[in-house]
Structures are given as structure tokens and as C-alpha cells.
Nanobody
Framework: QVQLVESGGGLVQAGGSLRLSCADS????????WGWFRQAPGKERQFVGC????????NYADSVKGRFTISRDNAKITVYLQMTSLRPEDTAVYFC??????????????????WGQGTQVTVSS
């Protein structure tokens, strides 16, 4: 059973930073592409960014480009979302997701197979 464990959410003032982590409890070989999504109340789940299986390709939504960075530690089977210059409109539940082995760095939910439980990020103005 795949279990993605997220951590790092919380409350931060506008302009601040947070780092989210997502660990694969199975600790299988690091061949999966990972994505981050977010969902604000009353809104659809939104693509934030992704990193491909070998860490050489990343892709970000325009709304976070230049402020958010995704990285991965294959030894720890963990993916990170470093968020800087946070804005109130970044407030949402953030989800990590894992695609199939060697999968493409996709921007849609359907391209991901497993999901974390979500972690709340709240940015106050």
C-alpha cells in the first residue's frame, strides 16, 4: 500500500516562507515523477508544480513560478516544495502526488496515481 506522508504546512505572514515535505513510506526506488497540487475552499484542485523521476525537469504553474521550488532527495525518497514570497492567495490545502514509474511531469490530476493526505497552508495578510 502506497502511503505518501506530507508535513510542513502551517500559518505564515505574507512574504514569508514555508517548506513542505512529502515522503514515500514504501521507500521504493526513486523512479517516480512527483507533483504538487493545491485546493482552496470552493475551488478546484490546481496544479502547482512537478519534478520528473530523475530530477532534471521541473514545471511550475505561472502563479508560483519564481517563488516556489520543487526538489527531491532520492536517497530519502522525499520531495520538497519550497515556498517563498508567500501571498494570501497561496492559502490552500497542498497535496503531493506520485505518478507511475518514469512518468512524465504532468500538470493534470489524472496523470498521478497516489496522493498524500494534504497539508494546510495559510498565509495571512
Amino acid at each position: 500500500q502506497v502511503q505518501l506522508v506530507e508535513s510542513g504546512g502551517g500559518l505564515v505572514q505574507a512574504g514569508g516562507s514555508l517548506r513542505l515535505s512529502c515522503a514515500d513510506s514504501r521507500r521504493t526506488s526513486a523512479i517516480h515523477t512527483w507533483g504538487w497540487f493545491r485546493q482552496a475552499p470552493g475551488k478546484e484542485r490546481q496544479f502547482v508544480g512537478c519534478i520528473n523521476w530523475d530530477g532534471l525537469t521541473t514545471n511550475y504553474a505561472d502563479s508560483v513560478k519564481g517563488r516556489f521550488t520543487i526538489s527531491r532527495d532520492n536517497a530519502k525518497i522525499t520531495v520538497y516544495l519550497q515556498m517563498t514570497s508567500l501571498r494570501p492567495e497561496d492559502t490552500a490545502v497542498y497535496f503531493c502526488a506520485q505518478a507511475s514509474p518514469y512518468g512524465a511531469c504532468g500538470t493534470t490530476s489524472a496523470q498521478y496515481t497516489y496522493w498524500g493526505q494534504g497539508t494546510q497552508v495559510t498565509v495571512s495578510s
